[in-house]
DNA sequence: CAGCTTCCATGATATAGATCAATTCTGTGT
DNA sequence: ACACAGAATTGATCTATATCATGGAAGCTG
C-alpha cells in the first residue's frame, strides 16, 4: 500500500526515488542491480527506537525513506549534544568511519522507514565502482560544510537567528523532497530544538512565540506553517544591518 | 638543511615522518612509489598568503609540514567564520569535494610547507589503491567528528571552557607531532580564537588573563605556558558539577 | 476516565558575556 | 630609529539569554 502524498514505498533501488539522493545518478542498470544485492531495507522502525548507540560498532550508514531521526553524543558528564536532525533523502551513521565505531547516538523522532547500507559490503562493491565511492565521499563533504553552517549559526547568530535557520532549513529540505515548504509538523521537541541550538527550552519557545507576533509564522504545538516566508528567510540570514 | 627540533625535511613521502598521518600505515613500497608521483611538494608559502579562497574550484586537499593554517568561510554579509586551526600532519581541503569548489578561505597563519594531493590524480591512483581512499574517507571522517566536538563547545560551554578546550586541543595535537605541549607560540591571533569560538577579543582576552591568576598558564602575547596542565584539562571537560 | 508525566508557555530575576571606551604594547615599513 | 596601524589588555556599563518558578494542555497508562 502506497502513502497518498509520497511513493516512497519501493522495494528495489531501481523504483525508489529517493535513489538520486543517495546512489549517483550515472549507475547504469548493471551497477545498479549488484548494488542491490548489498543494500537492505529494514522494518520500519518506532519512534523512540535506537539505529545505533554510541560505541556501538561501525557496520552501516543509512537512508532515510520516510519519517525523522536525531542524532546526539554524550559528554563524560552525561549531558547529551544534538548534533543532526536528519530527513527523507538524507543519510546518516558517517560518524563511525573514523576508528570502527559511532560517536553519535541516533533514535528515531517518529515512525521511519530506513535503509541500511552495510560499509564492509559497500567497500566490496565500490572497489568495482569508484563512483559510488566518490559519490560517498560527496556526501561526507555535505555532512562537513552543513556542521560548518551549524558552527557559524552558534559562533555568530542570536537566538531568533538560530531557529528562524533551523525552520528555513527544515523548509527546504522537505521542498527538495517535494513537501510543502510551508507546512509540517516538527518532529522533534522544543528541548531537541533548543540543545541542538544551544539555547534553553523556555528562550526556543519564546521565539517560537514571538514570530507569531510578527506573522511570520502559525504554529500548534508542533505543527508549523510558514505565513511569510520570504520574512522569515532574511532573519535566518543576519537581521543585523552590521 | 634540517630544521633543529622537527625533522620534516623530506623530499619524498618515504622519509618524510608526516607520511602515517596523511597516508595508511598499510601501503607497501610499490604502492608508495605510485602515490609519490601524485604528492606535490610546493614552495613554503608565507604568512598571510591564501592557498585557496572560498569560490575557488577544488583541485586538491593539503597536508600540512609544518606551520599553521586558518580557515574561514565568509558570509552573505561579509562577516566572517573561522572554521579551523590546522596544524603540522594535519590535512586540510575537505570542504570542495562537495560541489567542486570550496567553500572555505585557507591562509597561512605563518610560514608555512604543504604538500599538495591533487585530487583528480588521488583518485585515478586510488582507483587501483582502495586502502588510500577508505583512509581519506577515515580522514574526513575525522573532520566530521571534529566539527561536532566543536559544535558541542559552542552550543554548551562557558567562555573559559571553550578557551581551555582549545588550548588542551592544540596541546594534544602538538604532542602527536612530538613537539612541546606545554610550551608553544599560539600560531593565530586573540581575534581568531574569539571569532572560532563564539567569543568576543575582549572576553578571550580576560580568560587569559584569569587562567594566569589562577596559575594555569603562563603567557607572554603569543608565547603559552601550560603551568598546570591537569587543571586546564578539567576546566575543559566540563567543571559544572550539573 | 483518573492520574501521572512530559511538554509547552510565560513571567520575574540574575548573570555571563557583549559592547563601548580608553590605554598600552607590538610589529612593520619607511 | 621613528611613526603608524593593528593587537592586546583592562575598565564600566548594558543586554540577551539563562535560570528559577508557575500553571496549563496534551498525551499515556492502567
Tied chains: 1, 2.
Excluded at 552543513?146 to 557559524?152: K, M, N, V
Excluded at 540543545?195 to 512565540?209: D, H, M
Aim: include cysteine; aromatic fraction near 8%; hydrophobic fraction near 35%.
Amino acid at each position: 500500500m502506497r502513502s497518498p502524498t509520497l511513493n516512497i514505498q519501493a522495494n528495489n533501488c531501481h523504483n525508489c526515488r529517493m535513489s538520486t539522493l543517495c546512489l549517483p545518478l550515472t549507475l547504469d542498470v548493471g551497477s545498479l542491480d549488484r548494488l542491490e544485492t548489498v543494500i537492505e531495507r529494514g522494518r520500519p522502525v518506532h519512534k523512540q527506537q535506537f539505529i545505533f548507540h554510541a560505541g556501538d560498532p561501525f557496520q552501516s550508514v543509512y537512508a532515510i525513506r520516510s519519517g525523522a531521526i536525531k542524532s546526539y553524543c554524550t559528554s563524560e558528564d552525561g549531558s547529551e549534544q544534538v548534533t543532526g536532525f536528519y530527513l527523507p533523502g538524507e543519510i546518516f551513521g558517517w560518524d563511525g568511519i573514523d576508528n570502527n565505531n559511532h560517536k553519535n547516538t541516533a533514535v528515531a523522532l517518529e515512525t521511519t522507514a530506513l535503509c541500511e547500507i552495510p560499509f564492509n559490503r559497500f567497500e566490496e562493491v565500490s572497489r568495482t565502482m569508484p563512483i559510488l565511492q566518490q559519490h560517498f565521499m560527496r556526501l561526507m563533504a555535505k555532512e562537513i560544510t552543513s556542521d560548518q553552517e551549524l558552527i557559524t549559526l552558534l559562533a555568530k547568530s542570536s537566538a531568533e537567528e538560530r531557529v528562524a535557520s533551523l525552520l528555513i532549513s527544515l523548509s527546504n529540505r522537505l521542498k527538495r523532497q517535494h513537501l510543502s515548504a510551508t507546512r509540517f509538523r516538527l518532529p522533534m521537541s522544543r528541548a531537541d530544538i533548543g540543545n541542538y541550538l544551544g539555547l534553553t527550552v523556555e528562550t526556543v519557545s519564546r521565539v517560537f512565540s514571538r514570530f507569531q507576533s510578527f506573522d511570520l509564522i502559525l504554529c500548534d504545538k508542533k505543527e508549523i506553517e510558514i505565513t511569510n516566508l520570504p520574512g522569515l528567510s532574511s532573519l535566518a540570514h543576519k537581521p543585523k544591518i552590521t
